[in-house]
Each structure stands twice: as C-alpha cells, then as structure tokens.
C-alpha cells in the first residue's frame, strides 16, 4: 500500500501541472481581461465595447490595440500591463506562477488588493460547512432508502420511490433553487425563508440559540436544492450494492441455517454492501464542492469558495481565479486518494498494490 500511495502522490504533480497548462492557455484567448476591466473602471466604458477592441491584457502595449482615440494614451496602458503583470511573456508569467504557487503564494487580487491565500481560507469555511451538511443530508435520506428499495425490490414501493428519484435526477440542482426561490423565498408566493447569505444582519447581536436558529433558516433552501441534487444518485448505487450482495451464496447459507433477514442484511451483507457507498464519500464531498456548491453559492449568493471564483472569472481576475482553481484540483487529488485508503479500511481484503 505505501508504494501505491507514494506513486499515487507523484502522479499529483504532473496532473496537477496539466490543467493549470490548460487552463492558462484557455485564458490567453479570453477577451476583456484585466487591463480592460481596469480601463472600464477608470473611464466609465461599458466592458462589451472594451472586450471587443483587443485582448489588451493578453500581450504587451504594442498588441493592445490602444491607439488613444478613445481618450486613452498607450502609456496608461503600458502602465497598466505592467501593473498587472501582462509586460512579459506568457510563458514567464506561467513559470512564475508555478514558482510562487510551490510556495503557497498566490499573489493579491488585481482589485481588492488582498491576498488571495486569505480571501481563500476566509471563504473555504462556508463552502466545506455547506458541502458537509448537504453530503450529511444526501447520505441520511440515501442509504435507508436504498436498503429498503432493495428489500421491496420490485414491489409498489420500489416503483414509486424510484420514479420520484428519477425525477429528483432530472431537476439540475440550480433550476430546483431557482424554484426554491420563487416559492418560498419571496418570489411569487411564500416568503418563509431568506433568499441569500447565510446569516442576518443582526447575527451577531443574537444569542446562540437565536444564531443557531438564523444559520439554519438561511441554510435551508441551498441545502435542500443540494440534498435534491444529489441523492439520487446515491440512493440508486446504495440499492444495487446491496442487491448484488443480498443474491450471493454466503446470504442462502445464512437463511438456510435460520438467521433472521434483519441479522443476515445488517449483520452480513451490510459491511460488503457498503464498502462502495462509504469509499465513495470523499469523491462525492468533492463532486458538490466543484459543481453543486459553485452554482448555489452564486445563486443564493453565499460568500464561499464558489462565488468567489465565479466573480474572479466575471471580473478577470486572475490570480484568485488560478488560486481557487489550484486549491479545487489539489483537493479533489488528494481526496481521491484519500478514497483508496478508505477502501483497505473498510474492507483490508482490497491490494491496490496487487492490482497494479
């Protein structure tokens, strides 16, 4: 297993490597980039009209395509690309991002002026609190719905719970929020709960029950069109583990010598059944982070690692941009590793290592 895991974690880097390559070379053809959403700011142009001249932040002044006729001399420009970074080449702007990144330095954001290590470790504690309560949530519903459609197999109950999951499926978490929103958040019906943010404007002058009670009440409708979201999935996998396990040879034994069902499914073919469904939980944790929690964060506009990234994206900037997607991937490795070693946990008969 040792080997397995050093190999595993070598494979880290290149792949790592990889898709900050492509994503960098994404970037390079992206119109409207930083020095234009700066010059925007400072005269008041709309951005479209910008984004169209050039890819001004892309390349040196002589590229830029900023003649001054729109009131901007070419020096501004080349200050500003230099400002920003964009006087060297690309390739050196990449190298040197790698650089500073093997040292946990990812650069100030080109308009907030703040590190992006600490805007990072400020927003991370919502979005891991909101992907651990959904995965929570989703696993709760999902596991004693799979044991029991997997012992009505086929029955009215399998039926009808496996068209009302098939439909959960079918409904994109955010279209569930939206309509979430619309219902009950004050759109054209209810207004029972708070249609963003997770916390009231007077949080902090409540008592702790009253900032338990408001944390909730905010959390409810982002973490229910999670739980919606993702379940389905889950409850499908959890009924076919067990399933497969329940038509092995081991489980005819156990009835012929007289065991009840209840001791021969949570005594017998509960651990086999779920050794798939536990090992799964890292992989599924960061599935809702990189997409589930992206979209309803923005959605609810709840200030976790998603909104962050999506607004660094909207505005151009990059180094939070490149610094969340960096922690995303690196996150999403490891925990996949992680997710083998729950495998020999879980059940020591799995070799990684013999596999290989």
Same mark, same amino acid.
């Given at each position: 297993m040792g080997r397995y895991l050093l190999r595993r974690l070598f494979l880290i880097v290149p792949t790592l490597f990889g898709i900050m390559v492509i994503n960098f070379v994404i970037v390079q053809f992206a119109p409207g980039g930083p020095v234009e959403q700066a010059i925007a700011q400072a005269t008041g142009m709309n951005m479209s009209s910008t984004a169209s001249v050039s890819t001004a932040s892309m390349g040196p002044s002589a590229e830029s395509g900023y003649t001054g006729k729109e009131g901007i001399s070419p020096e501004f420009v080349a200050e500003l690309e230099k400002a920003f970074g964009f006087d060297k080449p690309a390739h050196e702007r990449f190298l040197l991002m790698l650089w500073n990144y093997m040292r946990l330095d990812f650069g100030k954001s080109y308009f907030q002026d703040r590190p992006v290590l600490d805007m990072v470790l400020e927003r991370l504690p919502v979005s891991v609190g909101l992907g651990l309560w959904a995965l929570l949530l989703i696993y709760l519903i999902s596991i004693p719905l799979g044991i029991a459609k997997a012992k009505h197999d086929g029955e009215p109950f399998d039926v009808w719970t496996s068209g009302a999951v098939f439909v959960a499926y079918a409904i994109p978490g955010y279209l569930f929020a939206v309509i979430l929103i619309v219902v009950f958040a004050g759109g054209n019906y209810l207004d029972w709960f708070p249609m963003r943010d997770l916390f009231s404007e007077n949080f902090g002058e409540l008592s702790l029950w009253g900032q338990i009670k408001d944390y909730f009440w905010h959390l409810a409708l982002p973490l229910t069109a999670l739980t919606i979201g993702g379940f389905a999935m889950l409850t499908m996998l959890t009924k076919n583990s067990f399933l497969e396990e329940i038509n092995k040879q081991f489980v005819l034994t156990a009835r012929a010598k007289g065991l009840t069902e209840r001791r021969i499914l949570y005594g017998h073919v509960?651990?086999?059944?779920?050794?798939?469904? @536990?090992?799964?939980?890292?992989?599924? $944790?960061?599935?809702? /982070? %990189?997409?589930?929690? +992206?979209?309803?964060? *923005?959605?609810?506009?709840?200030?976790?690692?998603?909104?962050?990234?999506?607004?660094?994206? @909207?505005?151009?900037?990059?180094?939070? $941009?490149?610094?969340? /997607? %960096?922690?995303?991937? +690196?996150?999403?490795? *490891?925990?996949?590793?992680?997710?083998?070693?729950?495998?020999?946990?879980?059940?020591?008969?799995?070799?990684?290592?013999?596999?290989?």
């Open positions: 509960f651990r086999n059944a779920m050794l798939i469904v @536990v090992a799964g939980f890292p992989a599924a $944790f960061v599935s809702l /982070l %990189f997409t589930g929690a +992206l979209l309803i964060e *923005v959605i609810f506009s709840i200030d976790g690692i998603g909104l962050l990234g999506y607004e660094a994206i @909207v505005k151009r900037d990059y180094p939070i $941009f490149f610094g969340t /997607l %960096f922690c995303f991937t +690196l996150v999403g490795l *490891v925990m996949q590793l992680v997710g083998d070693v729950i495998y020999t946990f879980v059940d020591p008969r799995i070799d990684f290592e013999a596999r290989d």
